[in-house]
């Protein structure tokens, strides 16, 4: 079973992703700024799957010297990483002119440069052991420029996703292409500690467990893109790309 590196793991979607990884025979390269989080969660693997391998390390995915140590250690321990899951991710923002430009900057950073770091610290690994899987973490809200507080934060995730299609473009027709998959994936309104202020009032929120099994079995499938879950969001993503800007606001 591949080996697969999860950043931002202490919490939300990326502890999730680690625990059903687990039940599904993988072996974990878990990083975050939390470690005790970390500690916990390995505590919880080893409980319920005492044989899988899982190796934690401390990383703040906005230190890029930082990021390049970490994943090239992860790759030393495990002899090769097979999959690389992009999901460290900041929530924070207001709208542009409002005198918050700490928040969105901090946003930017670490949605966007703190992902060419990871996106390139990965891709180091795969190009030298000729294959490998990234997966992008994007967000439904990159698929249009969003308001207020989300200006920023959806700005980021549609740059993460490029990053990861001109990837797959580059690839493309090339030996290398068949041996790297490149899965861009899209979600939606997923129960996490990063919306836990909003979870009561969103539409169309899906629980924790539910969406990131949406998630693990888009990236087990090694699909190229996709929203998840797929229901409502598949459908929706029409919507959100193609409606008149008066229509869509209506329903934002």
């Excluded at 991710?89 to 966007?112: H, I, P, S, V, Y």
């Excluded at 090694?222 to 409606?243: E, I, N, R, T, Y």
């Amino acid at each position: 079973m591949p080996t697969i590196l999860i950043t931002g793991a202490s919490s939300g979607l990326g502890a999730e992703m680690a625990r059903q990884f687990a039940a599904k025979g993988h072996d974990l390269a878990l990083c975050a700024r939390r470690v005790e989080r970390l500690e916990e969660l390995r505590d919880e693997i080893a409980a319920a799957h005492p044989e899988r391998r899982v190796v934690l390390r401390a990383l703040d995915v906005t230190d890029d010297e930082q990021v390049f140590e970490v994943f090239r250690a992860f790759r030393a321990d495990f002899g090769t990483l097979d999959r690389v899951i992009v999901n460290a991710g900041l929530g924070k923002g207001a709208a542009l002119g409002t005198g918050r430009f700490d928040a969105n900057r901090e946003t930017a950073m670490t949605n966007f440069v703190a992902a060419l770091a990871q996106t390139e610290a990965a891709m180091e690994i795969f190009r030298d052991q000729e294959h490998g899987h990234l997966v992008m973490v994007s967000s439904m809200s990159a698929l249009r420029g969003m308001p207020k507080s989300m200006t920023t934060y959806a700005a980021t995730k549609a740059g993460a996703a490029m990053l990861a299609e001109g990837i797959r473009n580059e690839l493309y027709g090339k030996p290398l292409g068949k041996r790297l998959k490149v899965t861009v994936l899209y979600p939606g309104y997923i129960a996490s500690e990063m919306n836990d202020a909003v979870a009561d009032k969103a539409l169309l929120m899906t629980s924790t467990e539910k969406g990131v099994r949406s998630m693990v079995s888009a990236i087990e499938k090694q699909v190229a893109d996709a929203c998840v879950p797929a229901l409502p969001w598949a459908p929706l993503s029409l919507l959100m790309k193609h409606a008149p800007l008066p229509v869509l606001k209506r329903l934002m």
